[in-house]
């Protein structure tokens, strides 16, 4: 369980794809112009660039729906470790006063405690695998659903935009070694992403 909470705790934003767009091929062999959302009117630093990157760093930072799936895997491991734990010092003060009464017990109750000490230990090591296994279920779901959320949006904004490639930046994986400040759309993909979500958030309560 520890090594599966270092996991979920240090875990980083998969956008580690390249994303084509094909919108602007399309639009140029069609002879129409690449749609602009309602602020693409205000010429703004990323105009006219095909090119672009987001750094996973800030949007794993940054991103609302990113932070409380972690914040709840966390939450998870946590409770599953204090279950673990508890039941495993249950466990070890059933082993300490098998030690203390052993030498008064007859060779038949030594034996018959021994084997219940020992299917004890036994579901203990099923019970941390199969947390683990469910733990690690939930992760790869989660994430994936950050990642498909993440990912649906900058096509719909590389369509918009005209973009051609949306690539991702991250110190820990430096796909990209240098980009330009002006080709960052780190800023506005967090701020609409955000929108977004509280959006949603606000339809699932009422």
């Not at 946590?78 to 673990?84: I, V």
């Amino acid at each position: 369980m520890n090594k599966l909470f270092k996991t979920v705790s240090n875990v980083s934003l998969g956008l580690v794809a390249i994303l084509a767009v094909a919108s602007c091929n399309q639009n140029a062999s069609t002879g129409t112009a690449p749609k602009t959302d309602s602020s693409a009117s205000v010429a703004g630093a990323n105009e006219g660039e095909k090119i672009v990157y987001i750094n996973a760093d800030t949007l794993s930072e940054k991103y609302e729906y990113y932070k409380d799936i972690r914040s709840k895997l966390e939450a998870k491991v946590k409770k599953a470790q204090s279950d673990l734990q508890s039941k495993g010092q249950a466990f070890q003060r059933e082993v300490a006063e098998y030690q203390q009464k052993a030498a008064t017990m007859s060779a038949s109750d030594r034996q018959a405690t021994e084997e219940r000490l020992a299917r004890k230990q036994d579901e203990l090591g099923r019970l941390d695998q199969n947390a683990s296994a469910s733990i690690a279920q939930d992760e790869s779901t989660e994430f994936n659903n950050v990642y498909n959320t993440i990912s649906e949006y900058l096509k719909k904004h590389a369509e918009e935009k005209g973009y051609e490639l949306v690539l991702t930046y991250s110190v820990s994986n430096p796909t990209v070694l240098y980009a330009e400040k002006k080709k960052d759309i780190t800023t506005e993909v967090v701020a609409a992403l955000n929108k977004e979500y509280q959006d949603k958030k606000a339809k699932e309560k009422k």
